[in-house]
């Protein structure tokens, strides 16, 4: 069984960075796909960021430019390098890995 710890989230305000991060426990093999979803208050989940195990990497549209996803294949984390942050990015954050295993999530705020 595969726990995903995330953190780093907080409070910002706007224009601030944050670095969220994913480590891995359990019986952890080679994840080939890992990648950070949010939900903000009374919206559905969408996906911030994706990258796979090569490298590729995936951006939605309202992250692209403004937050970076990298991992660390050896240890099988992921993270979030969040730059000009909006009020708008307000939401939990969640890591995930290969499409199955969640993390608890942290919580973002973007406020002044």
């Known amino acids: 069984q595969v726990q995903l710890a995330d953190s780093g989230g907080g409070l910002v305000q706007p224009g601030g960075s944050l670095r969220l991060s994913c480590v891995p426990s359990g019986m952890i093999f080679n994840i080939r796909h890992m990648a950070w979803y949010r939900q903000a208050p009374e919206k559905q989940r969408e996906l911030v960021a994706s990258i796979e195990e090569d490298g590729r990497t995936y951006y939605a549209d309202f992250s692209k430019g403004r937050f970076a996803i990298s991992r660390n294949n050896a240890e099988n984390s992921v993270f979030l390098q969040m730059t000009s942050l909006k009020p708008e990015d307000t939401a939990v954050y969640y890591c995930?890995?290969?499409?199955?295993?969640w993390g608890h999530g942290t919580l973002v705020t973007v406020a002044s």
């Open positions: 995930n890995a290969d499409g199955y295993y």
